[in-house]
């Protein structure tokens, strides 16, 4: 069965300072992968996309993250964050080849970004 | 495009009470599904539909039920309403095919209560 790891369950940053944040997922086939964020009181928007091709991809709002096939890591970073990034964020992921394609999450990283 | 949307946003129940929350999608897609997301367990699936007419169940369906008459609609139904099932329930849809098949869209969510 497939499953998703984030490590951090809490970060706390100063505003400028660079992020990342862990993703690790069991399945050894294909994948797609996924990293969706929650600002507060807010529903789940996508933030960015790995299917296929180059490894690093970018997102909104400065974000990106790299897949790493070896390391079954789909990490997420942002040289400087701000306040207004201050979220929950969710890493989620699809083994392509398991017929019904159910999307499995992590249980978050709570982003506290302080002025 | 309006997206997902969901009503209620808030609703609270006394326990053995039922009710169904409602979920609508005008972006043709295929899947659907429900979450229920309680802190830091991230998102838990309690149904899904690959299309109109078929459902089937996610990790934890027990106390729930669906159904799916038409491609847009994916009402979640509570029979007897549980303080277990106090939670936010998210609606999701995917277009259930290449090339971006499995990228979620929510739904702003109901966050219910039962006392």
């Known amino acids: 069965a497939q499953s998703v790891s984030q490590h951090n369950h809490h970060v706390i940053l100063s505003e400028a300072a660079s992020l990342e944040l862990g993703c690790n997922y069991s399945?050894?086939?294909?994948?797609?992968l996924f990293w969706y964020v929650q600002y507060p009181g807010q529903h789940l928007q996508l933030l960015l996309k790995?299917?296929?091709?180059?490894?690093l991809v970018k997102g909104i709002k400065g974000f990106e993250a790299e897949f790493i096939k070896s390391k079954f890591s789909f990490n997420l970073r942002k040289p400087s964050v701000q306040w207004s990034d201050t979220a929950e964020y969710f890493c989620a992921v699809n083994g392509v080849n398991t017929g019904f394609q159910k999307l499995v999450f992590g249980t978050g990283t709570r982003l506290l970004v302080s002025p | 495009n309006a997206g997902v949307t969901q009503t209620p946003k808030f609703r609270i129940l006394k326990i053995g009470q039922s009710m169904t929350l409602q979920c609508t999608q005008d972006m043709n897609h295929n899947y659907m599904y429900w979450y229920r997301q309680d802190p830091g367990m991230g998102l838990k699936l309690i149904y899904y539909s690959v299309g109109a007419g078929i459902t089937d169940k996610g990790e934890v369906p027990n106390g729930y039920n669906v159904s799916r008459s038409t491609t847009e609609d994916f009402p979640l139904r509570l029979e007897l309403a549980a303080p277990s099932q106090t939670s936010v329930y998210f609606c999701a849809s995917s277009l259930g095919r290449q090339p971006s098949y499995n990228e979620q869209f929510f739904g702003p969510g109901t966050r219910l209560t039962v006392l």
């Open positions: 399945y050894g086939g294909t994948v797609n």
């Open positions: 790995y299917f296929s091709g180059d490894p």
